[in-house]
């Protein structure tokens, strides 16, 4: 564990390199977990250890003016680098490429490729979201902008990838979930309509579709619903060979379920096999580098009585899931990119390989 220090430690330059009032955080890993404990947070790497203990911060802040221009951006969805505020309403972002907590001043945060996401600016109404670069407006201002993995924008019905500037028309009833070079993936919504308890739900279908640029929408995969519930967000995995796809939260969770974006199987749950009447809640919270996803599962009786739970690192491919932590609020870098390669301890299987004697190999990713 290491303490989190203020801007300009003597010696440190790093520290000093910082913006006044940053909260410098060295030894912060690629990607960790947020926990709230007590009256503070604390910081975990993805193999469960204390990196950092903040006292006095805390999730979410309150009802201030400051507060509600804040909370809009929480509107764009999950993001790379999560805000937390102290009881004097002093709100930062978690910036783990520059090992530390950097305060934010307006309702303005980056985003991939030197863009940055901006609020309407009215803490009494919502009025929508942008996204600006270097003083030029990519994605002017609108309700229902969304962040798609971290690093696509969508709006309008248009997906634009934010490292690369491409961008994709979408089709009717389509939400992006990630995209590899020129081929973006999308959940879409179909017929025909069913009826249920309450209703009728005239798109009760929904498939993983490839949309490459300049060509119509392939269909790869159907994808199970859970009822009448909407989707809540998809994400590519970092080599874009699997998706993951979360239901709307009810009672204790909703239900995550990942499947391969080449449609050689069906989607399942992350919390494993089974009827949904008896899964546990599942929420994703990201991917991990190395391929896995990031999951709260929760066992529960019933939406008043919860029996356990905990945060699991879930390999795609079988299911198999790794104890991290009893629970955490979010996740930072929750939507990294493909690493060069990936390096494997001595004697850990992936895919089949096994790392060799004298230190590691490379091996294939998931």
């Known amino acids: 564990m290491v303490a989190a220090g203020c801007n300009g430690g003597v010696g440190d330059r790093h520290a000093r390199a910082l913006p006044p009032g940053s909260v410098s955080l060295p030894g912060l890993p690629k990607q ?8 503070g947070v604390e910081l975990l790497g993805l193999d469960g250890s204390v990196v950092a203990r903040l006292p006095r911060f805390e999730i979410g802040g309150g009802d201030t003016r ?9 509107s764009a969805g999950q993001l790379e680098q999560p805000r937390l505020v102290t009881p004097d309403d002093r709100y930062y972002r978690l910036d783990a490429s520059r090992h530390a907590l950097i305060p934010i001043w307006q309702p303005r945060v980056p985003l991939p490729g030197g863009a940055e996401l901006v ?13 600006v670069r270097r003083g030029h407006v990519l994605v002017r201002r609108d309700f229902f902008l969304a962040v798609v993995a971290g690093t696509l924008v969508q709006s309008r019905g248009r997906l634009l990838d934010l490292r690369t500037g491409r961008s994709w028309r979408l ?19 179909t017929g025909p309509p069913v009826r249920f308890c309450c209703g009728v739900d005239p798109y009760p279908n929904m498939w993983l579709e490839r949309l490459a640029r300049g060509q119509g929408a392939t269909k790869v995969a159907q994808f199970s619903r859970d009822g009448p519930f909407p989707r809540v967000t998809g994400a590519l995995s970092p080599n874009g060979r699997f998706v993951a796809d979360q239901g709307e939260e009810i009672c204790a969770g909703g239900y995550l379920r990942v499947g391969p974006t080449d449609g050689s199987r069906g989607d399942r749950p ?16 990201g991917w991990s580098a190395d391929g896995r996803v990031v999951a709260q599962i929760t066992w529960a009786r019933d939406c008043e009585h919860t029996v356990r739970g905990g945060v699991y690192l879930v ?9 991290v932590t009893r629970w955490a ?13 990936l390096r494997c301890p001595v004697g850990e299987r992936l895919n089949g390989y096994r790392a060799v004697a004298n230190g590691s190999r490379s091996c294939p990713r998931y």
């Open 119 to 131: 609020g309407g600016g009215d803490p009494h109404e919502f009025r929508g979201l942008s996204v």
């Open 270 to 285: 992350a919390s494993g096999d089974g009827a949904t009447s008896s899964l546990p809640y599942s929420t994703f919270l």
């Open 66 to 74: 400051r507060d509600a221009l804040m909370h809009d951006l929480d």
């Open 315 to 323: 390999d795609p491919r079988t299911l198999k899931r790794k104890y």
């Open 32 to 39: 960790g977990l947020v926990v709230p404990r007590g009256s």
């Open 329 to 341: 609020w979010t996740m930072w870098n929750a939507f990294p990119d493909p690493p060069v390669a």
């Open 171 to 189: 089709p009717p009833r389509c939400t992006g979930v990630g995209a590899r070079g020129a081929t973006a993936y999308v959940f879409c919504a």
